[in-house]
């Protein structure tokens, strides 16, 4: 095996593992990502549910007379 060939072989390394380290990186993220979504979905269920007692007590006072 040449020099060029080792350099090479060296640089292709190299551009791997930077390329190994933004996967890791982008599955964190979209690991994060999930849980922020999942989250959310929690919190409009929860105001959704809120709502929903909310607007049966006031159509009970409302049209309960």
Same mark, same amino acid.
């Given at each position: %095996? *040449?020099s060029?060939?080792? =350099? ?5 390394e =190299? ?6 380290? #933004?996967? =890791?990186?982008? $599955?964190? =993220?979209? #690991?994060?990502?999930? &849980? *922020?979504?999942? %989250? @959310?979905? +929690? &919190?409009?269920? $929860?105001l959704?549910?809120? +709502?929903?007692?909310? *607007? ?7 049209? @309960?007379?």
């Amino acid at each position: %095996m *040449t020099s060029s060939e080792k =350099e090479c072989l060296l640089r292709l390394e =190299e551009k791997l593992d930077q390329v190994q380290k #933004s996967v =890791e990186k982008n $599955a964190k =993220e979209i #690991s994060d990502l999930k &849980a *922020t979504v999942n %989250m @959310g979905k +929690g &919190a409009v269920k $929860a105001l959704v549910f809120v +709502g929903s007692i909310i *607007t049966v007590i006031l159509g009970f006072f409302k049209y @309960g007379d």
